[in-house]
């Protein structure tokens, strides 16, 4: 059975960083892509970042405008998000997710269903 956990997420002010991390039992890691989701409340849950299972690619939402860094440590069954200059629309909850498919992040976000998925950790950025 495979699980992913998250944690790292907290309340910070506007202009600060955090730095999420995920961690994956159950399945050979380093088969697989590895991507960050978030939902704000009333929106639809949107694709943050993907990372390759080398970790030599790597996908970013245009909104992200270069503030967040994805990364993964294979030897830890890992994948952290750096996230820095935060925005109070950065506000969400952060969904780590595995894929069950494949080890590029080729067409990202996926279907849900092609996805192991996280419990989530709220970020909470205030102005």
């Known amino acids: 059975q495979v699980h992913v956990v998250e944690s790292g997420g907290g309340l910070v002010q506007a202009g600060g960083s955090l730095r999420l991390s995920c961690t994956a039992s159950?399945?050979?890691?380093?088969?697989?892509?590895m991507g960050w989701f978030r939902q704000a409340p009333g929106k639809e849950r949107e694709g943050v970042s993907c990372?390759?299972?080398?970790?030599?690619?790597?996908y970013y939402a245009d909104s992200m405008n270069g503030r967040f860094t994805i990364s993964r440590d294979n030897a830890k069954n890992s994948v952290y998000l750096q996230m820095s200059s935060l925005k109070p629309e950065d506000t969400a909850m952060y969904y780590c997710?595995?894929?069950?498919?494949?080890?590029?992040?080729?067409?990202?976000?996926?279907?849900?269903?092609?996805?192991?998925w996280g419990q989530g950790t709220q970020v909470t950025v205030s102005s």
């Open positions: 159950g399945l050979t890691f380093d088969d697989y892509a």
């Open positions: 990372i390759s299972w080398s970790g030599y690619s790597t």
């Open positions: 997710a595995a894929t069950k498919i494949s080890g590029g992040c080729g067409g990202f976000p996926l279907h849900a269903d092609v996805y192991h």
